[in-house]
C-alpha cells in the first residue's frame, strides 16, 4: 500500500534550525518532493530529491535516503512568514500517482 | 505570466446535484493534475492529464470525472454529490507529466455541500 508519515506539528524558535522528517512506503519510487503551504493558500513547490542526498536551495535543504524511505526539510535561520504546513509527496509507479503525506504544521515563535 | 486560475473560487451546492470546476493551466504547460484537500485526509491525487488524455487516476469513485482540452484547460466534474465530497479542489499544472517536473498549484475552488 501507499503510506506517508509525517509529525503532525512542530514548533521552533525565530532564527533556528528545525528538521522536519518524512518517512514513506510506496509501490515504486520516482521523487520525492516538499511543498510549503501557508493557511488558506495552494502549495507551493520547495524541493524535489530523485537521488541520495542533500539538495539545497537557499535557507532549505531536502535530504533523502530511498533505501530507509526517508527524507527530511532542513530549515536554516527560521524566520515568521516560516510558520506553514510542510507537505511530503512521492511519484510512485514509474510516475504514476503523486501520493502526499498528512503535513507538518510548523509554527515559528519569537 | 499569469499562475494557474481555477473557477469558480467558491461554490455551494445541496446533496445529489453535480458540480464542474475549471482550471485553466500556466500558458505552455500541458500537465493538469486535481486534488482534493480536506482536514481530515488532507490532499489526495484525483487524477491527471497530458495531452487531453487521463495518464493517472487516484482512488476515487467514478463519481468523480475529468477532461482536458486542446488549449490544456481543464474540468472535473463530481455527480451526485454527497456531504462528504465538500473540500478544497486543487488543480496543478506542469511543463510535462511525471517524474521531476514541478508542479505549480491554483488557489483551488470551495465546494461546500450541504
Known amino acids: 500500500g501507499q503510506n506517508i508519515d509525517q509529525p503532525t506539528e512542530m514548533t521552533a524558535t525565530e532564527g533556528a534550525i528545525v528538521q522536519i522528517n518524512c518517512t514513506y512506503q510506496t509501490s515504486g519510487f520516482n521523487g520525492l518532493f516538499w511543498y510549503q503551504q501557508h493557511a488558506g493558500e495552494a502549495p507551493t513547490f520547495l524541493s524535489y530529491?530523485?537521488?541520495?542526498g542533500l539538495e539545497e536551495k537557499g535557507r532549505f535543504s531536502s535530504f533523502l535516503s530511498r533505501s530507509k524511505g526517508y527524507s527530511y526539510l532542513l530549515l536554516k535561520e527560521l524566520q515568521m512568514k516560516d510558520s506553514a504546513s510542510y507537505l511530503c509527496?512521492?511519484?510512485?509507479?514509474?510516475?504514476?500517482?503523486?501520493?502526499f503525506g498528512p503535513g507538518t504544521r510548523l509554527s515559528v515563535l519569537p | 505570466k499569469a499562475g494557474v486560475t481555477q473557477t469558480p473560487r467558491y461554490l455551494i451546492k445541496t446533496r445529489g446535484q453535480q458540480v464542474t470546476l475549471s482550471c485553466s493551466p500556466i500558458s505552455g504547460h500541458r500537465s493538469v493534475s486535481w486534488y482534493q484537500q480536506t482536514p481530515g485526509q488532507g490532499l489526495q491525487f484525483l487524477f491527471e492529464y497530458f495531452s487531453e488524455t487521463q495518464r493517472n487516476k487516484g482512488n476515487f469513485p467514478g463519481r468523480f470525472s475529468g477532461r482536458q482540452f486542446s488549449n490544456s484547460r481543464s474540468e472535473m466534474n463530481v455527480s451526485t454529490l454527497e456531504l462528504g465530497d465538500s473540500a478544497l479542489y486543487l488543480c496543478?499544472?506542469?511543463?510535462?507529466?511525471?517524474?521531476?517536473?514541478?508542479?505549480?498549484f491554483g488557489p483551488g475552488t470551495r465546494l461546500t455541500v450541504l
Open positions: 509527496a512521492v511519484r510512485d509507479n514509474y510516475g504514476q500517482n503523486f501520493v
Open positions: 530529491n530523485v537521488l541520495d
Open positions: 496543478a499544472s506542469s511543463l510535462g507529466a511525471g517524474r521531476g517536473n514541478e508542479q505549480f
